[in-house]
Structure formats: C-alpha cells, structure tokens
C-alpha cells in the first residue's frame, strides 16, 4: 500500500513538472508547414541538418519552432550542447571562443535548447535569452520565449500569467510569431490568469 501511495504521488508530481510553461506550449503546430519543424517532431533531437538551419538565416520564428518541436525528455537531452559544438564548427572556434561569435538568433536558440534540455534548472539558458533579449528588443518571438523561460523559471509561485502579458500587450514588439502560435501560447498562459 505505502508503494502504491508513493509512485501515485511520484506519478502526480511528474505530470505537475509536465505541465508547465516550456513543456505546455507547443506552438510548433502553427508550423506544420516548416520541413525542418516537423523533421524536428519526429526525431526529438539535433542531427546535422537540423543544427544547420538553426545556424542559418532562417526566420527566427521558425528556429523557435524548432526547438519547440524538440520537445523535452525528463531525463534530459543534449541538444544544446550538440548545437554549440555545431556553432564551434562553423566559426572554426574552440567552445568557449564560440560562445561570444554567436549571433543575437543563435544565442536565443542556444538558451531555448538549454531550457528544453533542462527544463528543472533553467537558470543558465535564462541569463543566455536575457542576453539574446536585449540584442533582439523588438522581437515578440525572443520576448514571449524569454518570458516563458521566466514563468518556469518561477514555477513555483503559480503567479505566472504576469510574465506573459507585458509581452501580449507590448505594441511595440514586431510581432514575428505567427498568428497560431501566439494563441497555442496564449491559451495555455492565461490558465494562470487567476
């Protein structure tokens, strides 16, 4: 009986983590459309195709979803690392030298592969999106993930639509999500509205 109750409150607890602002939101669906987003669905982690179009002048909005479709595993994933060694390739850097060429896109999508990989310590990929923020500040993409980021982040308080609303109500921001994904986001945030 006391096995039972346990791995029922195990079981609980693990479906608590499950819903949560990084792993409820799955506004990849707006971009069915994209190959590389549904690639991205099927195979749950980087290969080298994948790790180039993020390395790309793709749209931003499309890396996110990306990511987004990555998806999470509870034991984790090393995406983000798989990402950075792909960056290292490309500017022909060690790890660390990498970590200061990356663009404003890569360094959002390495701190969004770093709150995926991790989301029950998202405090290192938080810094990195603060950052990405501050270069990209009229992005709504960069923005409304960075505050998601926020949410987990702050999981614990269930005060978590106050970060995400600033965002929806900034009209300055260039609204480069599409029009879906912002309500998949929406939707799901504004459970905790109350």
């Not at 029950?120 to 009229?138: C, E, H, I, N």
Request: positive net charge; aromatic residues 12%.
């Amino acid at each position: 009986m006391h096995k039972f109750t346990f791995l029922s409150i195990l079981g609980l607890s693990l479906a608590a983590w499950a819903d949560s602002p990084l792993t409820s939101t799955e506004f990849w669906t707006a971009y069915r459309d994209v190959p590389q987003v549904r690639a991205a669905h099927d195979l749950r982690h980087l290969n080298p195709g994948l790790n180039n179009y993020l390395l790309s002048k793709a749209p931003l909005d499309r890396k996110a979803a990306v990511v987004n479709a990555l998806s999470w595993n509870y034991h984790g994933q090393q995406n983000a690392q798989l990402f950075l060694e792909s960056a290292a390739h490309k500017y022909h850097k060690s790890l660390t030298d990498t970590l200061y060429m990356l663009t404003p896109d890569e360094q959002f999508c390495w701190g969004y592969l770093m709150a995926m990989d991790n989301y029950f310590d998202v405090k290192t990929s938080l810094q990195t999106l603060r950052a990405a923020r501050r270069r990209m500040p009229r992005s709504f993409t960069v923005a409304i993930v960075t505050e998601l980021v926020e949410a987990q982040h702050n999981f614990a308080q269930q005060k978590l639509w106050q970060y995400v609303e600033p965002v929806f109500d900034d009209p300055d921001l260039s609204r480069d999500l599409r029009p879906q994904a912002r309500k998949v986001i929406y939707n799901y945030m504004a459970l905790y509205r109350e």
